[in-house]
């Protein structure tokens, strides 16, 4: 048996929600919401759908309802809008989060909490203050979802599939981010090299134009929020696999934001560098080599999320 809860029902939370279900994550999916009626509907929803699934209960509840949860994810927060940074969303959220974690902690203490709520790197580090939750139990969705924003466009760049694609989005989630291209890779040859040895070569155009990649990266997000209003798809599928890591136990490396501790010369914020994730949540960070240009750019980074954290109040 396995239970993930997930507070909040908006987009992302009930996309997740329906997400765990299809892909057979949870035995059982608890849907939390201020707006109880939204709750009920979209677990009656999604739940519908379970004789075409793996078996599994989603239902609402209340808070007191997520005790015994393995994983509990938190959704909630106002969207971002059109032309609003991640970073304007701060101290709202970062209100939001405070009541959350009041009412939720007392419940599931021993849960895996999984923060996607934007600012994530900001609320992450919040979390981690007002909680009270062991740090290893606290994993935000970071950069993991602009990695795969990245290895998805460089797979179509290169003619591979994604999962030979190993390049990753450091720092934080947000403008501030940067990818460490010393530490990039295709099929085991460094991303400048990789047209050497494909069979592709001859289609393959790489001119190692590092600032267009990452310009695109960074503004998937906005650039879908000026489209269709939200982003939810590919979030709900990277909290999914999170998800299914953590119960894999295997010990899975991902860029999600965690509590750093003077790796890297950075200290006492949350953002994102490789962690490997397992059963008991973040086993700890693997620390690749950086250059002295990327160290900087995550120490930039770093200092950017804490200059939000000062003037915000919690």
């Not at 927060?77 to 059109?82: E, Q, V």
């Not at 709202?92 to 939720?104: F, G, Q, R, S």
């Not at 299914?244 to 750093?260: E, N």
Request: glycine residues 8%; charged residues 20%; contains cysteine.
């Amino acid at each position: 048996m396995s239970k993930i809860s997930v507070i909040g029902a908006g987009s992302v939370g009930a996309t997740v929600a329906n997400d765990l279900m299809i892909q057979g994550v949870a035995s059982e999916i608890v849907l939390v919401d201020i707006n109880q009626k939204k709750a009920i509907g979209e677990a009656l929803d999604i739940y519908q759908g379970a004789p075409f699934c793996s078996p599994a209960i989603v239902r609402p509840g209340e808070y007191a309802d997520v005790s015994g949860s393995d994983i509990v994810v938190i959704t909630c927060g106002l969207a971002r809008k059109p032309g609003m940074t991640r970073l304007d969303l701060a101290q709202v959220n970062v209100n939001i989060i405070k009541d959350v974690a009041a009412n939720v902690v007392q419940y599931a203490p021993d849960s895996i909490y999984i923060i996607v709520s934007n600012p994530v790197d900001i609320l992450t580090y919040v979390f981690h203050k007002i909680s009270g939750i062991p740090e290893h139990q606290i994993i935000g969705t970071g950069t993991i979802l602009d990695t795969s924003r990245l290895q998805s466009t460089l797979a179509k760049r290169f003619h591979i599939s994604p999962k030979n694609v190993h390049a990753h989005v450091y720092g934080e989630h947000g403008d501030s981010q940067f990818v460490p291209w010393s530490l990039a890779h295709i099929a085991n040859d460094h991303i400048n090299e990789y047209s050497k040895s494909s069979p592709d070569r001859d289609r393959i155009k790489w001119d190692e134009n590092y600032a267009e990649v990452e310009e695109f990266v960074k503004r998937s997000g906005a650039q879908i929020i000026e489209n269709k209003g939200a982003t939810f798809f590919a979030v709900a599928m990277s909290v999914c696999h999170i998800c299914k890591c953590i119960f894999a136990d295997a010990g899975t490396a991902m860029t999600v934001s965690t509590m750093m501790h003077g790796e890297y010369g950075v200290d006492d914020v949350c953002l994102s560098t490789l962690a490997l994730v397992d059963r008991n949540g973040v086993r700890g960070k693997i620390l690749n080599p950086l250059t002295d240009e990327e160290v900087s750019k995550l120490r930039a980074s770093a200092d950017k999320i804490k200059s939000v954290i000062g003037q915000i109040a919690f």
